[in-house]
């Protein structure tokens, strides 16, 4: 009976400490999951004198990844963008982010361009308005324009196989209000 | 010699010269407007740098954390109120970027947690006292007959010894 207590007490420690020490502090839960994607028009990388909007990507799934030339896990994450752009799986916007307009095309030609397209956020707003506090950041948007998932951080081979893939699929077959899977949204959480 | 001496003085003189005039060129004021730029800081206060997560945008040098507080300032010079400025921050990187966490039904234990802890502290203590001064008590009453004789006869014994 003595020891039940600080037994007791040393469990609860114990317990809260292993949640706490297994979650991951980099990680920061987005707010702006199943809202709709923040409205840009920016000028294009490779053409400057054309716009883009998220707004031309209306009745599409796609992903807006932010990259930039300086970002040392950008380039970790590069060699499976430019896989996922062979396969042709889906539809990717760049958003290079702070960056040189030249570094950033002299990337592009020298390991591969995976994107449809890349835009320029150059003193960083749209990064902002999107909530991105570390590149590589990916966000995937639905077809009504609104984002369902968002990967911190270089995306995976496995995060693509099991989250993403299953999730742009799903996307891409409703019609309307799109509901999720809870099998997809258990990959993805 | 006169030389000499001149020059060090001269030396110490400058040694001597307060050190924030040497260094005048190092920090750039960007308060143009010190009413804004107090306003600035005070948010800037109450928001987090994600990327050094221990630190408010106020403290931090951080690319990100100087971005936020352009952000900030724009808002501010567009009018924008602090509650306003804060909500933009909140919706965007969540309550993660508040440097005060709100205080919210999953965030009730933060906030409840150390005045729990010391009611708990308080009330363990106040019966360990509590038992204590009973236990002493029980103690005081509980003399055997024997023990008073014995106590009695040890007064006796000491009065004798002041006696003699």
């Known amino acids: ?189 | 010699m006169r030389l000499m001496s001149l020059v060090s003085v001269g030396f110490v003189a400058l040694l001597l010269l307060p050190a924030p005039l040497l260094l005048a060129k190092e920090a750039t004021p960007m308060a143009e407007d010190p009413v804004l730029e107090e306003m600035v800081d005070e948010i800037a206060d109450e928001l987090r740098c994600l990327v050094c997560q221990n630190q408010t945008i106020a403290d931090s040098h951080a690319d990100l954390a100087v971005d936020l507080k352009n952000q900030v300032r724009d808002m501010v010079r567009s009018g924008k109120s602090q509650e306003e400025i804060i909500d933009y921050m909140v919706e965007r990187y969540g309550d993660f970027v508040r440097y005060r966490p709100p205080v919210k039904t999953s965030t009730y234990l933060l906030w409840a947690g150390p005045f729990l802890l010391l009611f708990i502290g308080i009330v363990v203590l106040m019966q360990n006292l509590k038992k204590r001064r009973l236990r002493t008590d029980e103690q005081e009453v509980a003399l055997t007959p024997e023990e008073r004789k014995h106590l009695a006869q040890l007064l006796k014994s000491e009065e004798e010894k002041n006696k003699s």
């Open chain 1, 1 to 189: 009976m003595r020891f039940l207590l600080p037994l007791g007490l040393f469990s609860v420690i114990v317990g809260f400490l292993w949640v706490g020490l297994s979650l991951n502090p980099q990680e920061v839960p987005s707010p702006l999951i199943d809202k709709p994607a923040p409205d840009f028009t920016l000028p294009q990388l490779h053409d400057p004198q054309q716009t883009f909007s998220n707004k031309d990507m209306l009745g599409k799934v796609w992903m807006l990844n932010v990259w930039a030339s300086w970002c040392v896990a950008c380039r970790q994450e590069h060699p499976l963008l430019v896989q996922m752009s062979r396969a042709k799986l889906f539809p990717v916007v760049g958003l290079n982010y702070k960056d040189e307009r030249a570094d950033a095309l002299r990337w592009l030609q020298h390991d591969g361009d995976p994107y449809l397209l890349s835009v320029i956020d150059k003193n960083g707003k749209v990064g902002i308005d999107y909530g991105v506090y570390g590149v590589p950041e990916s966000f995937v948007i639905d077809k009504q324009g609104v984002i369902r998932h968002k990967v911190i951080g270089p995306l995976g081979p496995a995060e693509l196989q099991n989250c993403v893939i299953p999730l742009v699929r799903e996307l891409e077959k409703a019609t309307g209000e799109s509901q999720v899977s809870e099998e997809v949204k258990k990959a993805c959480a």
